[in-house]
């Protein structure tokens, strides 16, 4: 009995052209009642004109859009037609969501239409010509079933001039989606897909956001059934979306539909292309660089300026000034030669210095909430850094010499005239110069990361620049080395003293350290100096027996390690957070989207700070500017919401808030007027400048009032 | 925070490979664990078959789509090639108490043997536990384990997701070449798809 069934089955199976046959008995109560509509039934050669299929969805049935979401499966229409007749791709209208369980489908209930393009040839014989569809679809309620039927259309008929559905037609492509040619991009954050669509602002304006709807076109892109998050954020559109199945690397461009009602309770519907790119997810300013307050020639400049500048700082300065004093000796016999130190020292800073961009930006596309000053956020970049000053520091004051090749920051160049030196000194001068670039080159540092790659990475070409220019310079033109003072025995004192600017820097990042851990951390790491300087001690002494020496060198490794050890006591989390003792004096809120939020639905003036204790210009800044009794009295007297974030550690919301003004890094300060007392309109926002006077404050205070 | 931050930085190398994925079963990853009773009072514990390759299969004997595929006789095909190569099949149904292909174990022994299949366990997931650990969503979906235990293939049965089941000719069976693949020690080609059929009724 069983075999015979099968046997019927497989039968009917392989007979593909009677399953319209069966399809006619199904059809004396279809759940889905087809009609076929062309637009014209009177066609001439070389025409375009569209064909409709109609669906008549039985009540609580449904039917499926082209992605059909969780289960289910689109309608498929194969067209069977004389040859030099063409079809075009199927117009789908917008879906609607349809839950069942925990899962979610995306189709249509009660009518839908699908519109196609038919395209005549250009010669066509005379006479009635018949079009075939075979439609094949599923519709659901709880259960499932397939339906298939075959469908013509005659055209060219008898009555062929009668028959005019253009108006339907019309109406039904005036509900279709429309083709939004909008900037979308997409990515992924924390198991998120993150949407960005950028409408023109009055279509933007209009959106009331409780009442979006995205439906992909691609399968596994978003979690179905997940309720999508939407939000408006400097003029673009975010939409966020629990990720499904299917990995990011697997859908390189998507499309989708957006719906939505106006504020007025019009229902839109547009479909959309996004392509996969770098996103930072609060950072909708990429689109729209004018906000980020610096174009890309100035802040080319700027950066080319503050690299020149680094120049100067406690930690880079002594490195350099002995380099260059050492390239005056070997400049004299060997011109050629300095030239190409100071090319070698060039490429080594650039190098190292797009090495360190690319990473961040690496890590900015991976989704990590980081800014510039990261480096310094991380107690064992810090804890290495100021290891790295104290052995240079050790190093200028004759306490140890280097012997190898790497680093050779004094005498070492004029008898090795080995190149590489000079490269490795532009890495050195590179890692020195790191915790000295986060507090002064924010602005440059901050628009390069809201540029694409590869102006960020021109920006941190030109601050690399910056940084090699003066000794680049003092290698080429010979006239310079003149006004050098001449090398000589003073040279040695010179080197010496410089050891102590290199110290405070060694100690600055030790205060730094101390802000993001505790009294443990602080002792740690200057336990991990004292090995450092007795391993140093150990290395100095080379005794004749071979056994001896190695025991030394063993044993000055072993004080290395332990240095290097002492770290993760450094690197522990910090059991008070800092802030609090930054703003002692002034009544201060701490930063949080929802502390800002609420500040901003009172009536009441609202002041933020956005500070770090590694942030040279923040601190004088808040000294200087805020902290002192002009200000505090103006605070007081407009009632204003005094909120400070504290960078010092990462902190993801207080890097959306500073990408949400264009800033990577701090200081900010934005003064937010009062609401005013008639219309209850809040002014726009006000960006006060990275370096404050009470003056400065007062005024902003004061206009914006 | 800075914790992740000096992870991520200590392992320089880049880092936009691994997000975290909203489903549970991702591919080459250990596949969930199952416990639970067979439709024959068996125990089944799904890490007890390690060392083999198993299919899961999840069922719903009035679903159109498990039809197509039953009555057609390319289920019973693919069983049965599987087993020659000493594949297990496990079937699971997730149907609710009340709603379409939910059945007692009785039920569940004679419509396997009425269809001619070759399971080596059938399961009912009556709360959809395994289910949802799966996030099983249509009849049928597939999951192919590898002998160490991980996802290897998980989607629709074939490439075509017409109810119609003339379209199953000229099809790309993924079970199949999925087994096929691991067998000979071959990277699985298509190892993810989007599962066609009816929605599991939990």
């Given amino acids: 009995m069983r075999i015979l069934f099968l046997a019927l089955t497989l039968l009917l199976a392989a007979l593909t052209g009677q399953l319209s046959a069966q399809a006619a008995d199904r059809q004396q109560s279809p759940l889905v009642k087809i009609r076929l509509l062309p637009e014209k039934a009177a066609v001439k050669g070389g025409d375009a004109l569209w064909i409709a299929a109609e669906q008549s969805i039985a009540e609580h049935w449904h039917t499926y859009w082209q992605n059909p979401g969780d289960s289910g499966t689109s309608p498929s229409i194969k067209w069977i037609m004389p040859a030099g007749f063409e079809i075009g791709e199927i117009n789908w209208p917008t879906p609607h969501k349809l839950p069942y369980g925990p899962l979610l489908n995306y189709g249509y209930e009660n009518q839908v239409v699908l519109l196609q393009q038919l395209q005549v040839p250009a010669e066509i014989p005379a006479g009635p010509i018949t079009l075939s569809a075979n439609i094949e679809l599923l519709v659901c309620k709880e259960e499932c079933i397939p339906e298939y039927g075959t469908y013509n259309i005659t055209l060219n008929g008898p009555n062929a001039s009668l028959e005019d559905n253009s108006a339907y037609i019309h109406a039904v492509q005036n509900k279709l989606p429309r083709i939004a040619e909008w900037p979308a991009i997409y990515n992924e954050n924390d198991g998120k897909l993150i949407l960005k669509l950028t409408p023109p602002q009055n279509i933007l304006d209009s959106i009331n956001l409780a009442s979006i709807e995205f439906f992909p076109e691609n399968w596994g892109l978003v979690h179905n059934p997940a309720k999508a998050e939407s939000f408006i954020q400097d003029g673009a559109l975010i939409i966020k979306q629990p990720r499904g199945e299917r990995p990011l690397t697997e859908i390189d461009q998507t499309s989708g539909v957006l719906t939505f009602e106006t504020n007025d309770g019009q229902p839109q519907s547009y479909s959309f292309t996004a392509t996969q790119g770098p996103l930072k997810t609060s950072s909708p300013r990429q689109a729209t660089s004018k906000t980020a307050g610096l174009n890309f020639f100035s802040a080319f400049i700027f950066a080319l300026l503050g690299g020149i500048i680094l120049n100067l700082m406690p930690c880079v300065f002594p490195v350099l000034s002995i380099k260059a004093l050492s390239l005056v000796k070997i400049s004299e016999k060997h011109p050629k030669l300095a030239r190409m130190h100071g090319l070698s020292y060039t490429a080594g800073v650039v190098l190292s210095f797009l090495a360190i961009a690319i990473t961040l930006i690496l890590l900015q596309a991976g989704g990590a909430q980081i800014g510039w000053g990261f480096q310094l956020q991380n107690p064992w970049i810090v804890g290495i850094l100021g290891y790295l000053l104290f052995i240079i520091g050790l190093n200028l004051i004759g306490f140890f010499e280097f012997s190898s090749r790497f680093a050779n920051i004094g005498s070492g160049l004029t008898q090795n005239q080995d190149l590489s030196g000079s490269f490795f000194t532009g890495i050195l001068a590179t890692l020195v110069a790191t915790p000295c670039t986060a507090p002064f080159m924010a602005g440059a540092i901050g628009y390069a990361f809201l540029q694409p790659p590869v102006i960020s990475l021109l920006i941190f070409t030109a601050l690399a620049l910056g940084l090699a220019l003066p000794y680049l310079i003092l290698s080429f033109i010979p006239a310079l080395q003149q006004i050098m003072p001449k090398p000589g025995a003073w040279m040695e004192v010179f080197k010496q003293a410089l050891a102590f600017p290199m110290f405070g820097a060694a100690l600055w990042l030790l205060w730094v350290l101390a802000q993001q851990t505790d009294a443990y951390g602080v002792t740690a790491a200057l336990l991990g100096a004292i090995l450092i300087a007795f391993g140093l001690w150990l290395l100095r002494h080379s005794p004749k027996n071979q056994k001896t020496r190695i025991t030394l060198r063993i044993a000055a490794g072993l004080a290395f390690l332990g240095a290097l050890a002492l770290l993760p006591v450094c690197a522990r989390p910090c059991s008070q957070p800092l802030g609090q003792d930054l703003t002692h004096s002034l009544i201060s809120l701490p930063y949080s989207e929802e502390t800002l939020q609420s500040a901003l639905e009172s009536d009441d003036p609202v002041l933020t700070e956005m500070t770090a204790a590694w942030c040279i210009t923040c601190k004088v800044n808040h000294a200087v500017a805020i902290n002192v009794d002009s200000t505090k009295n103006l605070i007081t007297k407009h009632n204003i919401r005094y909120i400070v974030g504290d960078w010092t550690n990462e902190d993801p919301e207080i890097t959306k808030y500073l990408e949400s003004y264009g800033r990577n890094g701090v200081p900010l300060y934005v003064y937010y007027g009062p609401r005013d007392p008639v219309t209850k309109q809040r002014a726009s926002a006000k960006i006060l400048p990275q370096v404050l006077t009470p003056a400065i404050v007062k005024s902003f205070i004061e206009d914006n009032t | ?202």
Wanted: glycine letters at 8%; aromatic letters at 6%.
């Fill in chain 2, 1 to 202: 925070m800075t914790r992740i931050l000096a992870y991520s930085l200590a392992a320089i190398v880049l880092v936009f490979a691994a997000m975290p994925v909203n489903a549970s079963v991702e591919i080459g990853q250990p596949a969930p664990e199952i416990e639970a009773t067979d439709t024959n009072d068996n125990a089944f514990k799904l890490s007890d078959h390690k060392g083999k390759i198993v299919v899961l299969e999840w069922t719903n004997n009035e679903c159109p789509f498990v039809k197509k595929h039953y009555d057609s006789g390319n289920m019973q095909a693919t069983q049965k090639a599987a087993a020659e190569k000493g594949v297990e099949w496990v079937s699971i149904v997730s149907s609710a108490p009340g709603k379409q292909g939910h059945v007692d174990a009785e039920e569940a022994n004679k419509i396997v043997s009425d269809a001619g299949a070759t399971v080596t366990a059938k399961i009912l997931d009556e709360d959809g536990t395994i289910g949802k650990a799966y996030d099983a969503k249509t009849t049928p979906h597939m999951f192919v384990i590898d002998a160490e235990g991980n996802v290897a293939y998980a989607g629709a049965i074939d490439s075509n997701s017409s109810p119609n089941p003339a379209t199953i000719e000229g099809a790309t069976n993924y079970v199949s070449a999925a087994i096929d693949a691991l067998v000979t020690g071959q990277p699985v080609e298509t190892s993810q798809t989007q599962p066609y059929g009816c929605g599991v009724k939990y």
